[in-house]
């Protein structure tokens, strides 16, 4: 019971974001230590700040199921230390091996801690465009967390996943019954969701997101995410949610920071464009409704650039 109420806690009262606020688990290099959001399944929620070495490169969730037959990881991480100290909460917490890990999408912060769990021997998993995106940018990837992260980056090497697929894996273990989906585009390539049926929950990762602006990509085409969480995110029609960034909450909450994001800023450039604005000024179009949401000053402008791109050809 304890655990319901807390989730339901979670689902309704809003939680403080982190941009501003100091580790909050300084006997570990997670951010803060995990949350079990509903029975059985954990979360250590990362800073919604920009990745540093102050946060370890833990600005997104670190989640994990404990099945009652092996645990089941859902994101590698940003480095190879990082992956460790995600794996002694776990040890901590059960004794029940980790079986499986997902990698949410190809970003280095999903991935760049794949290089602990395979030295671990434990499967890896993403969807075949993720897999893709580790192949071409995780050299790069891995260079960009050496400079922040310094020493704690030691041990971490490039790591592809060693499974892929291209619409659902499905894993039955223990009491859950575990749907990994590719939904269609999104954030970025290869990004998925893991859907507990029974338990009416979704671990979105990028998918949707909570407390802190979105980043818009060279590659995200923000009509197809829109189409994609229309016709697919919103038909799970799950009680729970853990966010790719953020505190676990409802569907509600990330649809006002997501979609509602995504159309508020794509009318603001439309009605630019219908004016004759160009891509200078495309910039500074008004986002204040979103102003309180943790790293608006290092997001917003470059958001609404890109999305000019795409929506002065559509």
């Not at 009262?13 to 959001?37: F, H, M, R």
């Not at 460790?84 to 280095?108: S, Y």
């Not at 993720?130 to 940018?137: G, I, S, T, Y």
């Amino acid at each position: 019971m304890k655990h319901l109420l807390l989730a339901l806690a979670l689902v309704t009262t809003p939680a403080l974001a982190s941009e501003n606020i100091a580790d909050k688990y300084p006997g570990s290099l997670l951010y803060d230590e995990p949350v079990e959001v509903i029975p059985g399944v954990w979360s250590a929620i990362g800073a919604t700040a920009p990745p540093s070495y102050e946060n370890s490169g833990h600005n997104n969730n670190l989640s994990f199921i404990v099945t009652g037959d092996g645990v089941v990881v859902i994101n590698g991480s940003a480095a190879y230390a990082l992956a460790k100290a995600l794996h002694d909460e776990i040890k901590r917490i059960t004794d029940q091996p980790v079986k499986l890990v997902f990698n949410e999408n190809g970003q280095g912060h999903a991935t760049l801690g794949n290089s602990y769990w395979a030295e671990q021997g434990v499967p890896i998993v993403a969807h075949v465009d993720a897999a893709h995106e580790v192949e071409k940018n995780g050299g790069p990837n891995l260079q960009a967390m050496k400079g922040y992260n310094r020493d704690k980056a030691e041990g971490t090497t490039v790591q592809v996943p060693t499974e892929t697929f291209s619409d659902e894996y499905i894993v039955e273990m223990g009491d859950f019954r575990i749907e990994a989906r590719h939904l269609g585009p999104a954030h970025s390539p290869g990004d998925i969701v893991v859907w507990l049926p029974e338990q009416s929950l979704v671990i979105s990762g990028d998918m949707a997101f909570h407390e802190r602006m979105l980043p818009i990509f060279a590659d995200t085409i923000t009509a197809d995410w829109l189409e994609t969480w229309d016709n697919e995110f919103e038909a799970l029609n799950a009680t729970y949610v853990i966010p790719g960034h953020g505190h676990p909450t409802n569907v509600a909450q990330v649809r006002r920071y997501t979609k509602g994001y995504l159309e508020h800023l794509r009318a603001q450039i439309r009605a630019h464009i219908d004016e004759g604005g160009d891509l200078s000024d495309a910039y500074y179009v008004d986002q204040s409704a979103y102003s309180h949401l943790d790293t608006f000053e290092e997001l917003a402008t470059k958001n609404a650039g890109r999305v000019y791109e795409q929506m002065e050809w559509e």
